[in-house]
T-cell receptor, first 115, second 111 residues
Framework: DGGITQSPKYLFRKEGQNVTLSCEQN?????MYWYRQDPGQGLRLIYY???????QKGDIAEGYSVSREKKESFPLTVTSAQKNPTAFYLC??????????????FGPGTRLTVL | QKEVEQNSGPLSVPEGAIASLNCTYS??????FFWYRQYSGKSPELIMS????GDKEDGRFTAQLNKASQYVSLLIRDSQPSDSATYLC???????????FGKGTTLSVSS
């Protein structure tokens, strides 16, 4: 089945630890995105990548890092510099490099809780 | 004014009624708009996109865009309990590099 997978579904982290969220897609999509969603809030863009080995900061990139070494993979690292990382993290992809006018396909999400 | 604003609700309608969800936007967004549905604990799924003034229909859903008044709406006809979810309005930013989401409106359809 084609789609976007995110792992793990639930993640618990102690304060001061870095943690990496996985996002993989087998849709052959060029562009991939990371969003954060807090309770009762819309989605906020963290990072996006339109081609391999290139990525751009979104609105709330501080305390996060990404890499795009392969077309299929766009992992997100939540660093200890992120002051309030507890949230629902969503990865998305679009077919081409035409930006957001393409339909965005979302993964199932990872719920991160900092203990 | 925020770029994209929605009333958080909840909006409650009886089964079979028309649900009307509204979204207003500022001059800081472009003219591409999207409606997403999100069930509790799940990821959003695209319902409709709309780029031109007027109405766009897809099954029980109709998106309406009024550029003069800067609002976009989503009508759901013959509402079903399975339509109970949070509906997110999104607009493309002017640079074309990001989607800006509203906070979402929670819809509850009672049987």
């Amino acid at each position: 089945d084609g789609g976007i997978t995110q792992s793990p579904k639930y993640l618990f982290r102690k304060e001061g630890q870095n943690v990496t969220l996985s996002c993989e897609q087998n849709l052959n999509h060029d562009a991939m995105y990371w969003y954060r969603q807090d309770p009762g809030q819309g989605l906020r863009l963290i990072y996006y990548s339109q081609i391999v080995n290139d990525f751009q900061k979104g609105d709330i990139a501080e305390g996060y890092s990404v890499s795009r070494e392969k077309k299929e993979s766009f992992p997100l690292t939540v660093t200890s510099a992120q002051k309030n990382p507890t949230a629902f993290y969503l990865c998305a992809s679009t077919p081409g490099d035409t930006g957001f006018t393409d339909t965005q396909y979302f993964g199932p999400g990872t719920r991160l809780t900092v203990l | 004014q925020k770029e994209v604003e929605q009333n958080s609700g909840p909006l409650s309608v009886p089964e079979g009624a028309i649900a009307s969800l509204n979204c207003t936007y500022s001059d800081r967004v472009s003219q591409s708009f999207f409606w997403y549905r999100q069930y509790s604990g799940k990821s959003p799924e695209l319902i409709m996109s709309i780029y031109s003034n007027g109405d766009k229909e897809d099954g029980r859903f109709t998106a309406q865009l009024n550029k003069a008044s800067q609002y976009v709406s989503l009508l759901i006809r013959d509402s079903q309990p399975s339509d109970s979810a949070t509906y997110l309005c999104a607009a493309e930013n002017q640079a074309g590099t990001a989607l800006i989401f509203g906070k979402g409106t929670t819809l509850s359809v009672s049987s």
